[in-house]
């Protein structure tokens, strides 16, 4: 059993795959071994949630995931424990492992009610796994609904009950982000509904347990990457080693976004940083920064540079974008930069034939951005976030960064995306977008390849926020820019 932390690297695979591997192994093993393991597991890992619980209540379903939950009961009440199960299915109907989980449960003298224990420690969410076919209703509703709002931990048995576990959406109506302590144990692969979206609220801790069937393998549909690989400093390095950032946007009362582009990109390590505002009323240099170079966007030579083009640049932006496109070395497109793609097929067209042409370019959309760019709306856009990345990727030939709970980081067809696992709602204030955009367009000055500098910067940007000091002073954009990545 493992714990997936945002240091993990590992493979992600989808509910078909999960599947594939699942009959794979239960083909080459004795009858009902995988679901013993998997309600060992639970068991194990409820123990050491909960190791003083008096009760647990074990929620069980019609399926298989119920199944995982009577085997998890009968465990638990061998080692002392007092489960109570309740059961919402039909035993004619049960599978034929669930039904000789049931019988285990029943023989080791596990408790069976009809409604939930009044008052319990632990509750094991057993309802459904990946077998969802459609919204929790009625009485299982009732059941999540209670097991949310109880504050008593939650340790959900496969995925959160109603959790698409390719998407990570939940039904409208099922809220499982509510207050109590959340713990998911997920067999036999990494689903990526766990980690974007939704599911990280619904999952909270996830554990991963193999069933001891790590040689069954499958196609992965994306991964999660761990920390990236250091890139020390040699000695003999000087400010040109680190390239030139050129961070273009800053229209009329919104220089405040260009400039913490330009923190970052700073603070990321770029050798020196211009910051081409596009107000020409803007003041000649920031004091607070004086290191930021500030030009007139309409002046600078972005042959050898690495653009980061966007960020607070209004309308105004548009203009500059064909001689941006056709001129950056290296290219971050953000904010406006990507509405204005949105609005205007020959710029599509330019942002598809530099894609074409290898010039390293990242897009950096949040979901309503990416909507634009897509011609559809945010709700589709987050009912399936690695399936737009990746259409978005591949319309464009470009790095695409789908930026919220879950990042995800598409680029060309053969590369698997990554789900970042960094980050919290802490990041979720004004600028911080703008911060992720600089320290990208850092790690591109610095040469890195596009994907890898998109998601080390991904990476780093939520590591900032996740181990922010408490005593320090509150998360703001220009505080993250300032912050040197751990
Ligand atoms: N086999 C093994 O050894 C192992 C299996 N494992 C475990 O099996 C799980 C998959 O099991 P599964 O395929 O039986 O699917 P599961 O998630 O239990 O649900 C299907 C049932 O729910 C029903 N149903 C669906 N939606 C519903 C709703 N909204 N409200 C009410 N009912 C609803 C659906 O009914 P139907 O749609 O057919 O009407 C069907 O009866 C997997 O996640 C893992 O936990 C692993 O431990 C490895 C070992
Ligand atoms: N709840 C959240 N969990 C993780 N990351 C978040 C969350 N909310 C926002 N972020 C991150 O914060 C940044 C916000 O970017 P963006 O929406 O462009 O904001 P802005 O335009 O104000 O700069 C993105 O990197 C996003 O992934
Ligand atoms: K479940």
Redesign the pocket.
């Known amino acids: 059993m493992q714990r997936i932390t945002s240091a993990t690297a590992a493979e992600l695979f989808d509910i078909a795959a999960t599947r594939r591997i699942e009959h794979a192994a239960a083909a080459a093993l004795p009858a009902h071994t995988l679901m013993r393991r998997a309600g060992l597991a639970v068991a194990r890992l409820a123990m050491a949630i909960a190791p003083h619980a008096r009760t647990i209540w074990v929620a069980c379903g019609p399926g298989n995931n119920g199944g995982d939950g009577f085997e998890a009961a009968a465990q638990l009440r061998h080692r002392g424990f007092f489960p109570a199960v309740t059961f919402l299915g039909d035993e004619s109907r049960l599978p034929p492992d669930a039904k000789a989980s049931l019988q285990r449960a029943r023989d080791a003298g596990v408790t069976f009610a009809l409604t939930p224990p009044s008052a319990y420690e632990l509750a094991i969410d057993a309802l459904l796994g990946i077998g969802s076919t459609r919204p929790p209703e009625g009485t299982m509703a009732e059941w999540l609904a209670k097991m949310h709002a109880s504050g008593q931990p939650v340790l959900c048995v496969d995925v959160p009950s109603g959790l698409n576990a390719d998407t990570g959406t939940l039904p409208r109506g099922i809220d499982q982000t509510q207050a109590s302590a959340r713990t998911c144990i997920t067999f036999l692969s990494l689903k990526p509904g766990l980690f974007t979206a939704q599911g990280r609220d619904a999952a909270g801790t996830v554990w991963f347990d193999d069933l001891g069937c790590s040689a069954f393998k499958d196609q992965p549909v994306a991964r999660i990457a761990g920390e990236p690989d250091a890139h020390p400093r040699t000695h003999a390095s000087h400010k040109g080693s680190y390239g030139d950032v050129a961070v273009i946007g800053g229209a009329s009362g919104m220089a405040g ?1 260009a400039l913490l582009a330009g923190s970052a990109a700073l603070h990321g390590g770029a050798g020196r940083v211009f910051v081409g505002l596009l107000d020409p009323s803007a003041a000649p240099v920031d004091t607070a920064q004086p290191e930021l170079m500030l030009r007139d966007a309409r002046t600078l030579d972005l042959s050898g540079m690495t653009a980061v083009c966007g ?1 607070g640049g209004g309308e105004a932006v548009q203009e500059l974008l064909p001689r941006v496109l056709s001129t950056a070395a290296a290219l971050v497109l ?2 406006d930069a990507l509405n204005a793609i949105a609005t205007d097929g020959a710029l599509q067209a330019q942002l598809t034939s530099r894609g074409k042409s290898g010039s390293p370019t990242v897009i ?1 959309p ?1 979901p309503l951005e990416a909507a634009r760019l897509l011609g559809c709306t945010v709700g589709d856009v987050q009912a399936d976030r690695l399936a737009a990345a990746r259409q978005l990727a591949a319309r464009f030939g470009v790095v695409v960064v789908l ?5 995800v980081i598409a680029g060309a067809a053969e590369t698997l995306p990554v789900i970042n696992l960094t ?3 802490s ?10 955009a600089g320290m990208i367009g850092a790690a591109l000055a610095m040469r890195q390849p596009a994907f890898e500098a998109a998601r080390k910067a ?1 990476w780093q ?2 590591h900032i ?1 996740d181990t922010w000091p408490a005593d320090a002073a509150p998360l703001t ?1 220009g505080t993250l820019a300032r912050r040197t990545p751990a």
Request: aromatic share 0%; glycine share 20%.
């Open positions: 976004a960020c953000d904010a950096t949040h930026k919220g709970s879950g990042t980050g919290n709602a990041l979720a204030t004004a600028g911080t977008g703008d911060v992720l991904v940007h939520g926020a954009a």
